[in-house]
């Protein structure tokens, strides 16, 4: 599966951004899908992963109640919705894939992703 994501740019704290990721190929159901993120110096770390229909959702603790990952399998497409953006949420976000396999779930190690997009900078000023 190849991954294309989409949405980034420059916007001041507070704002908010969609960030979208379309997936070629078929059997878009048999990935659970995450977003991570890589700021300058720092390790790739994850956002948010969602299982195969949408249902079970994690997020890591610094955008836990601002952001929001959801997909539509009918689309190919999993999104992330952030809100109140912060000058620490400055990054370049990957969209990633696991799978596939049979009604995956929730991916939360990077390591364990196999398909990765080629990643949008997302930039927040104070």
């Known amino acids: 599966v190849q991954l294309q994501a989409s949405g980034g740019g420059l916007v001041q704290a507070g704002a908010s951004l969609r960030l979208s990721c379309v997936a070629s190929g078929h059997a878009f159901s048999s990935y659970a899908m995450g977003w991570f993120r890589q700021a300058p110096g720092k390790k790739r770390e994850l956002v948010a992963t969602v299982n195969w229909n949408g249902q079970n959702r994690f997020y890591w603790e610094s955008v836990r109640g601002r952001f929001t990952i959801s997909r539509d399998n009918a689309k190919n497409t999993v999104y992330l919705q952030m809100n109140s953006l912060k000058p620490d949420d400055t990054a370049i976000y990957y969209c990633?894939?696991?799978?596939?396999?049979?009604?995956?779930?929730?991916?939360?190690?990077?390591?364990?992703?196999?398909?990765w997009g080629q990643g949008t900078q997302v930039t927040v000023s104070s």
């Open positions: 990633a894939a696991d799978g596939p396999m049979e009604n995956p779930g929730i991916t939360v190690f990077a390591e364990n992703y196999e398909y």
